[in-house]
């Protein structure tokens, strides 16, 4: 039921994106095209108007344009042999002369049967060197016919309009697989033409740089967060967008690399085609299947490659293949278009409407723009595919912000429920420990009584006055040392227990008094052994945050641990030092020191490097407990024959 609802919203979405995107077409075709624009309309070379009535809506100069191969002189032109075209009826010269490179001659007269007024002709980019005479005088010139160098921008000639007005344009091509006057001339007012620009120029601006926006914060999303290859394939193909709707800009920095610039603009067209179909196939999971990285990958970076490739050096080379290149063009973007849509029906995902509803939308643009070509030019705002371009990259932005919120409640959910399932295996476990050391505890006091007993046995005897031989007084002895040995331990796990039960103190302590404090009450201790007991503190006074009875008993069992392996000669110091966050305390001996082996276990439970009875391991496993309870840490460096050093490193007390 639930799947047969949910191919329902996908049979919806298809038809209600495919309705809309064929009605803003239909929209944009009638109230934004150059060829549907009421107005004068030329005929036999002549272009009747009235001045006045193109200084609030311009006309377009579309039909009437007489034509001839080569470039002539505007005095001899009615010598040669024309023929009457219209703008956007050819796409190059092949109709001149059957080879699609050359040069030709347009021409027309504008005739004003109204006031004279100044008037305004814009020639929107010109494939790809040109020169413009009005009334037989050079108004304006782009690139160069000899030597040949192309320059591909937009022209603007001024002039007077009082009756007829004689409009020549020279084109020569050997660059673009478009050529001549392609683009139709707009003839108004010079605050006509100069609004006109300004608003496409506007609109423009608002596709390039909000999609260049959603480009860097994806990019910047992928880089620092998570390297999640949708929202990198997202950030390529607003970046693609981006360079695809950026000619106007490079026109009006007249960049001198026009080859380079058209190979620019076809592989971005075709860097969106490749960036769509990862981004859809990722999401749909299609890129798991083997036809995708067999055939979709390479056909699609074969294609931009291709794009990237043929202006360069292909086309300007073999001219017979420019309508072989436009033909597999318009092919492999409606192919790929139709791969997006049916991937985005077929998928299984969350967000497939959205994706599906960006990718019919897309492709419906592509199919209108190849239909409508010849026959549809904005007068103001984008092409089609522009405008398809940028209502994809947005559906598929709306998409990834989805997804990304999903993920982030999933993300939340999980941590809550990890938090909730810690806090129970938390609460479990301290139950167990707590069991444990009342275990422990109560089993050490009941010890206490049968090794009393036996301690009080063995006094009584000593005590008696009974004839004991050596044998027996040998065991007695025996038994005494074992005695005082089980005594020993049950009295560290005494003290150990005790240590979890007894809450800690925290407070702000200097470590400088500390130490202070506690070499001049041991110091006495400590060198009786023979050792000298010494003490370096800094003049910077470290404090932390710790509680003081369990900082000294850290203290006393290194120092005492340090003790037990140091003789007459040797000494034991006691220092402090630390940097901007840390505190760092060390206790250093010149004693044997400790076997690098014995090194990693040394701060293990009951672990000991003395002779077999000689230690029970637990002071150093107490010490590291009390600095880990400190927010710090505790570690060991030695050399066997040189020492020993143990390094206490603490949190400084903030703002201190």
Known sequence: MICRREHLFSRAALVGALLAALLFFFCVFQLDNKYSESGPQGENGVFPYCAGQLSEQPAFLIDGWEVCAGIILPEDFIKQDVQTVSIGQYSDFSFLTGFPYGTATYRITLRNIGDAQTMTVYLPEVFCAA?????????????????????????????????????????????????????????????????????????????????????????????????????????????????????????LARVPVVRMRYALEDAAASAMIFCAVCFVSILSDVCQKKFYRTLVLPVCGGFLL??????????????????????????????????????????????????????????????????????????????????????????????????????????????????????????????????????????????????????????????SGAPVDGKIRSSLDAISIKFEDMNTRIG???????????????????????????????????????????????????????????????????????????GEGDSISLSLEGSRTTAVIKISDTGPGIPESALPNLFKRFYSTRPEGGGRGLGLFIAKSIALEHGGDISVTSTEGKGTTFSICFPLEPDR
Request: hydrophobic share 45%; charged share 20%; aromatic share 14%.
């Open 131 to 251: 020169k413009v005479y009005v009334d037989r005088k050079l108004a304006a010139q782009s690139g160069s016919f000899s030597p040949y160098r192309p320059l591909a921008r937009d022209l603007t000639v001024t002039f007077p309009a009082d009756g007829d007005t004689e409009l020549v344009v020279q084109v020569a091509n050997y660059t673009h697989y478009h050529g001549g006057l392609f683009f139709i001339p707009m003839l108004g007012s010079p605050d006509v033409v100069t609004r006109m620009a300004a608003i496409r120029l506007a609109f423009y601006a608002m596709l390039c740089f909000g999609l260049l926006a959603v480009s860097l914060f994806s990019t910047a999303v992928w880089v620092l967060f998570r390297h999640d290859q949708p929202t990198f394939w997202l950030g390529a193909l607003s970046f693609a967008y981006t360079l695809t709707v950026s000619y106007p800009f490079l026109q």
């Open 306 to 463: 291709m794009s990237a490739v043929a202006p360069l050096w292909v086309l300007p080379h073999l001219p017979g293949f420019l309508p072989f290149y436009d033909a597999l063009i318009t092919f492999y973007e409606l192919t790929a278009a139709a791969y997006l849509v049916i991937c985005a029906f077929r998928a299984e995902c969350t967000g497939r409407l959205l994706m599906l509803t960006g990718s019919v939308f897309f492709g419906t643009t592509l199919f209108c723009a190849a239909l409508s070509a010849g026959i549809y030019e904005p007068a103001q705002f984008a092409w089609p595919r522009e405008y398809g371009g940028f209502v994809l990259v947005l559906i598929f932005g709306i998409l990834m912000v989805r997804r990304n919120r999903q993920i982030f409640l999933e993300n939340e959910r999980l941590t809550s429920h990890l938090q909730e399932e810690v806090a129970h295996k938390t609460q479990g476990l301290s139950t167990l420990l707590a069991e444990r050391k009342q275990f422990l505890s109560d089993v050490t006091h009941d010890l206490k009584i049968p090794i009393t007993s036996v301690r009080n046995y063995i006094r009584m005897i000593e005590l």
């Open 492 to 566: 560290d796990l005494q003290r150990f227990t005790a240590e979890d039960e007894a809450p800690l103190e925290m407070r702000p302590i200097c470590l400088n008094e500390l130490l202070a404090d506690y070499h001049r009450l041991n110091r006495p201790d400590v060198e009786v052994t023979g050792a000298d007991f010494l003490l370096h503190l800094p003049v910077r006074q470290y404090f932390i945050r710790g509680d003081r009875d369990r900082l000294c008993r850290l203290l006393e069992n290194l120092v005492y641990n340090a003790v037990s392996f140091v």
